[in-house]
């Protein structure tokens, strides 16, 4: 499976500098949750914490951190916000950059 991260117009990748900003162990597990992906495809999500936020936005929640992404396909994951997982459900003004980008990219 493919991963395609959100990028800004200027090129900056959003997801992967948020991962890059983590703490060691958190960062190693989310890089690990990518790698999974690539590797196992559509069945690694069953491994994960993961839920729906609207629609087709998802997210996977893992030490105390959210990836919100919408499957766009069997080969093709859209990785749209990363954030940190302040309550015990996503704010809301965090989904919503996740479904504007989302739109952006014709994905919903």
């Avoid at 990748?13 to 900003?21: P, Q």
Wanted: hydrophobic letters at 35%.
């Amino acid at each position: 499976m493919t991963i395609h991260d959100y990028f800004t117009e200027g090129g900056k990748n959003l997801i992967k500098d948020y991962l890059s900003g983590l703490p060691v162990p958190e960062r190693t597990y989310g890089y690990g949750i990518r790698h999974k992906i690539i590797q196992d495809g559509i069945k690694a999500f069953d491994g994960f914490d993961t839920r729906q936020l609207r629609d087709k936005l998802w997210e996977i929640k893992f030490a105390g951190n959210r990836i919100m992404y919408v499957i766009f396909d069997k080969n093709n994951v859209h990785f749209l916000h990363a954030c940190r997982k302040q309550k015990g459900k996503a704010e809301k003004f965090e989904i919503e950059k996740a479904v504007n980008r989302a739109k952006e990219l014709n994905l919903l």
